[in-house]
């Protein structure tokens, strides 16, 4: 375990509240909130088995996630700042979306927690208001940075889809709205699962002026084990999904303009049973199945354009955040000692412009 005598940046948590905020399971916890068990039971009854698959357990999603919950996380780690990114906002149509910048904005992020240095909001550039949007977001927030918006749908239809079409990367109308995020120079988080890589290579060739980084490393679901229907079954399927994956990640670090997040890689779509198995995966269990990952990501993309992103509360429920930052922090030493300052807090400071 690593002691690092430096302020982390976190560039990739989520905050939400479903109890006072537009939330997919706000009528479910304003009626079962004070009952988990019945409130598990009926979003499992209204939620796909695909979205339930994805991820894992249902408590970390119904419970208000605020920077108190993320400061009791955290542990004796020290975060400088923190980066929040768009959280499936259940007001999402149009000018809607703004809704949850003004909601981040207004939350106690300060010293008494942890300080706010970006928002990465959703906006959809298929929409004729797009650059509308983009200008109510800065000014909802000074620290309006960029947008994500969700691309990931896999192959295997069994896998929960986050987007309404499977290239929508591609799409000529998202194209020409993305024009506006480049003219504007603000930041782009992709995020696809890895038998879309190339959906992001061409994204990053057509705006090689435009910051664009890839959530997640990729999200190369089924590849620790069964997801969907066909996905991850065999050791020989997920040696392919692994040797596909490195292929496209190599590929993609050769555009310059693309950063990619050490995050998401305790999400149960990437196979992981730990949530079945009622427990937290330890140190040596993440060290042991991000190690591979992580040295080929740093090996292809360099130490100046990968950083470290919690994504909680996504992960939680696969391992504890401390769990994650000394499996992580040791992965990175292990492939160079001198580059942790650097993953950790120097690369997001950048990118970001924090």
Not at 67 to 77: A, T
Not at 163 to 178: C, I, M, R, T, V
Not at 203 to 227: N, R, W, Y
Not at 309 to 314: G, K, T
Request: with cysteine.
């Amino acid at each position: 375990m690593q002691q690092l005598d430096f302020a982390i940046i976190d560039a990739h948590i989520h905050q939400w509240d479903p109890y006072n905020t537009p939330h997919a399971a706000a009528l479910a916890v304003k009626l079962l909130g004070k009952h988990p068990y019945w409130l598990d039971k009926f979003v499992r009854l209204v939620k796909s088995d695909d979205l339930i698959e994805t991820v894992g357990l249902t408590n970390h999603i119904t419970a208000p996630y605020l920077p108190e919950n993320y400061m009791q996380d955290i542990g004796h780690y020290q975060v400088e700042q923190v980066v929040h990114v768009e959280a499936s906002w259940h007001k999402n149509k149009g000018k809607g979306v703004i809704g949850e910048t003004k909601f981040i904005e207004s939350l106690p992020f300060n010293l008494g927690t942890v300080k706010l240095g970006g928002i990465v909001a959703t906006a959809d550039p298929r929409d004729s208001n797009f650059k509308k949007i983009l200008q109510l977001h800065q000014k909802a927030s000074p620290r309006f940075k960029g947008i994500r918006k969700m691309a990931a749908v896999h192959e295997d239809t069994d896998i929960h889809a986050w987007a309404d079409e499977p290239h929508l990367y591609l799409n000529k109308k998202f194209l020409k709205g993305f024009e506006a995020l480049a003219k504007n120079k603000l930041t782009f988080d992709a995020w696809v699962y890895s038998t879309q890589l190339s959906d992001v290579i061409a994204l990053a060739k057509q705006f090689p002026e435009t910051s664009i980084v890839l959530d997640h490393f990729g999200t190369p679901a089924g590849l620790f084990g069964q997801v969907g229907t066909l996905t991850g079954m065999t050791k020989i399927a997920r040696e392919n999904i692994l040797i596909r994956w490195q292929d496209d990640i190599a590929e993609l670090a050769l555009c310059p303009n693309v950063y990619t997040k050490m995050s998401g890689l305790l999400m149960p779509v990437l196979g992981h049973q730990f949530h079945k198995q009622d427990r937290l995966a330890s140190k040596q269990e993440i060290y042991d199945l991000a190690m591979p990952l992580i040295s080929h990501v740093l090996n292809c993309f360099g130490t100046y354009r990968v950083m470290f992103a919690s994504n909680f509360p996504m992960d939680r429920v696969s391992s504890s955040l401390v769990n994650i930052i000394d499996a992580f922090s040791d992965a990175v030493v292990a492939y160079d000692p001198n580059a942790l300052q650097q993953v950790f807090h120097h690369n997001a400071k950048q990118f970001y412009q924090l």
